[in-house]
């Protein structure tokens, strides 16, 4: 395998003059004169070649940088010359809403070659798939778990749906590469490949990442070996962890410091009146509680996030995409590449959690002929405003975090040796290997193929493998749908207003509290409700709505650890005097200053401090993000508090810590890094736990718990006692 990764070439943004002999006649006129091309984008130019040859790639350009059709042209140029039946390539997206929004694009083009392409995903009619089924598109866009579900259904001859496969695009394949959707994803591109009887063709689309050598080994999964690959990105600057500081990349960035929603909504309403402003909250109840005030005070205003009913969602981002001085409050539903039209400013209230994430928001931006890219932060609180000021220092440097695959993926495993026996009769026990041709996470399946036998969700007949009475008890219910997802989604209560579906709810708001008088209200879509009728069989409830406000917004966070590392290391850097290279109000200046004097004694430049409050309360402040200092507490065994639960800045040591003993259990800690232990009820919340042996479940959780290399970071670090 060999790679080529290009940075060169002029930007990614123009148009320049460009040979279009490589492309299909058909396609190449169409370029020049149904869309007007004077010819292709470096992206695109570069792309060609490598991926008409069958290579497999990575593309990186920011947003509204050419990717799909990086993509597709060159893809569409090769399918032109292959005959057969069904899907020659797949579309593949994390969210449904953005294939949405490709479909119409993706048409146009196949269609200038006459192919077809069409939607299968969770909200496609079973008329539209009949439909698909009988009339087999040439290209299909999709979802993973839409894919799975098409292997194991009874109603989709897989076979010879998948005979003509030859090629797939991940787009937005970071999004993927750093969740366990990720590693379904490759699963089941094995699986394809066998169907199929063919190696596929991977192309990776991204913003710019950390690491994208490595991106792309992950995603040629089995065939990283075999195939050559290439990592594409002319006129981006590929980053890499740890860079010295540099010029801060272009843009138009402010931080501002304004104390609390209620505030933020007064900025939003008074500044840039007659624009479009997409503002980002990192919560759905921030979403709401921002989209009511801003509605209060008159602002033409529309919401987005995941508990809203789909109706609800498109209704708002039609609107949005044809108003012009309104404000769509979202969280990172509307992140990725979803067109929402002409916008012209970007809000972050507070900040997003990662510098990639804000490479995606920012990039919204600056589309237009003579504007620029622009975001304004709007910092709600101290810890806010300290997270806003350490990513824009990270960007300021043009850091970008590394895509890391999550580790240990034993319960991935487990439920596709399960969907493998739905979607064959029979699987040999001595050949289950070869579907998956060495993918990584199933070098050590043979233990859980075993318990699988073991417990019954596996039954075994004369050596072949089928699904056993327990998988049908435990994932049977509607078809086996709960085999095709690999996360585990919060109990919700679907909220009804008469027939018209509203969005849902987190079931802990309908309960009744005895310190609340009256009818119970929530607030959802913008809007506030009251609760008429709790249906607790069905998890729904009915609604009307109501004036004014009282209505309340929660949701099951899901267990966020909290911040990565380098942010929180970046944290402790503002803290020590180091501004972002932006813009900051006054305001901002004044509550950073503030900040760092109240973190006065917990930052040192020298290394971390471990600080004696009056109480004889005892805490290392590290700095280095929860995840580590999870790793931290459970490597120092008794030199740490066991009653704590650390967070992203510190945590508790014993009390009875001196500097001498501390630097007895600093040393010895530094010898061996200890994953930290998991409690059975945190197991739950984990799908597919029950098939994996315990303490293999155990052994893969605690590997998502930890942070070894923070830990080690830290250890390494000196340290210093200081009394308050």
């Not at 843009?251 to 007659?274: C, P, Q, T």
């Not at 026996?421 to 289950?432: D, R």
């Amino acid at each position: 395998m060999s790679f080529q990764a290009t940075s060169g070439g002029s930007g990614s943004d123009g148009l320049g003059p460009s040979s279009l002999d490589l492309l299909h006649p058909t396609l190449a006129h169409h370029v020049v004169n149904t869309l007007g091309w004077p010819g292709l984008r470096p992206l695109q130019r570069e792309a060609l070649p490598p991926l008409v040859e069958g290579d497999d790639a990575i593309l990186l350009a920011p947003t509204a940088g050419g990717k799909t059709e990086a993509a597709l042209f060159p893809l569409l140029t090769t399918m032109a010359g292959r005959t057969g039946e069904g899907p020659s390539l797949l579309y593949v997206c994390p969210i449904k809403a953005l294939l949405n929004n490709l479909l119409p694009r993706v048409q146009a083009y196949s269609g200038w070659l006459g192919r077809t392409a069409e939607l299968w995903h969770g909200d496609i009619t079973s008329a539209g798939r009949q439909r698909i089924l009988r009339a087999r598109p040439d290209i299909l866009l999709t979802t993973p778990e839409s894919l799975e579900s098409m292997l194991v259904s009874t109603k989709v001859d897989h076979r010879a749906f998948f005979a003509n496969l030859h090629g797939i695009v991940v787009d937005e394949v970071h999004a993927f590469a750093g969740d366990d959707r990720g590693w379904h994803l490759l699963a089941v591109l094995e699986r394809l490949a066998k169907v199929a009887g063919r190696r596929i063709q991977r192309v990776g689309l991204s913003a710019t990442v950390g690491n994208p050598d490595e991106l792309l080994t992950w995603l040629q999964g089995s065939q990283a070996d075999e195939r050559q690959g290439r990592v594409i990105a002319p006129g981006v600057r590929l980053p890499r962890p740890g860079q010295t500081p540099q010029d801060p990349p272009p843009g138009d960035i402010e931080l501002d410091y304004v104390g609390s929603l209620d505030n933020a909504a007064k900025v939003i309403a008074a500044l840039h009146r007659g624009e479009k402003r997409l503002v980002f909250c990192d919560s759905r109840k921030y979403v709401e509680e921002l989209g009511h005030a801003l509605r209060e005070l008159g602002v033409t205003t529309f919401l987005s996030h995941a508990s809203l009913a789909l109706d609800e969602r498109r209704r708002a981002e039609a609107a949005f995409t044809e108003a012009r001085d309104c404000v769509i409050v979202a969280t990172s539903t509307l992140e990725l590449g979803i067109d929402v039209g002409d916008l012209d400013r970007v809000i972050q209230i507070n900040a997003p959690g990662t510098v990639a994430s804000f490479l995606q928001r920012i990039g919204r931006t600056g589309r237009r002929q003579g504007s620029t890219r622009n975001c304004l932060f709007l910092a709600v609180d101290q810890s806010g405003l300290l997270d806003a000021a350490g990513l824009l220092h990270l960007w300021g440097r043009h850091w970008v975090e590394p895509v890391m695959p999550t580790p240990e993926p034993r319960h991935i495993v487990a439920q596709q040796l399960l969907a493998l026996c739905l979607q064959e009769p029979e699987v040999a026990q001595n050949l289950w290997p070869e579907w998956w041709a060495g993918l990584e996470p199933f070098h050590q399946g043979e233990p859980i193929a075993s318990h699988l036998i073991r417990e019954g969700f596996i039954d075994l007949d004369g050596g072949l493998m089928m699904i056993g009475p327990e998988a049908e008890k435990r994932f049977g219910h509607r078809h086996f749908m709960e085999l095709t997802s690999v996360f585990t989604a919060p109990p919700q209560f679907t909220a009804l207003n008469g027939r018209n579906e509203i969005g849902r709810v987190d079931p802990a708001l309908l309960a009744a509290d005895e310190r609340e008088e009256g009818p119970r209200r929530l607030l959802l879509a913008g809007r506030t409700w009251m609760v008429t009728w709790v249906d607790w069989r069905r998890q729904r409830c009915f609604v009307e709505p109501v004036d004014g406000g009282g209505g309340k917004a929660k949701w099951d966070s899901g267990g966020h650890l909290g911040a990565f590392f380098h942010l929180t290391r970046a944290v402790r850097e503002v803290l020590l005097g180091t501004d972002p290279e932006v813009k900051l109000t006054q305001r901002a200046t004044d509550a950073l200053a503030k900040a760092r004097e109240d973190h006065m004694d917990l930052v040192h430049p020298g290394g971390s401090v471990i600080v004696r409050a009056d109480n004889g309360d005892l805490r290392w402040w590290t700095w280095a993000g929860a995840r580590a200092n999870i790793t931290l507490a459970a490597t120092l065994g008794a030199a740490a508090d066991p009653k704590q639960q650390p967070n992203d800045a510190c945590l508790r040591l014993n009390s009875e810590l001196d500097p001498r003993t501390w630097a007895a259990a600093k040393s010895s800690a530094q010898e061996r890094v200890v994953l930290p232990e998991v409690s059975v009820r945190a197991l739950d919340g984990f799908k597919f736990n029950a098939a994996l042996p315990q303490h293999l479940a155990e052994r893969t959780l605690s590997a998502r718990l930890a942070d070894v290399e923070g830990a080690q970071a830290l250890l390494a670090e000196p340290t210093r006692f200081v009394h308050t």
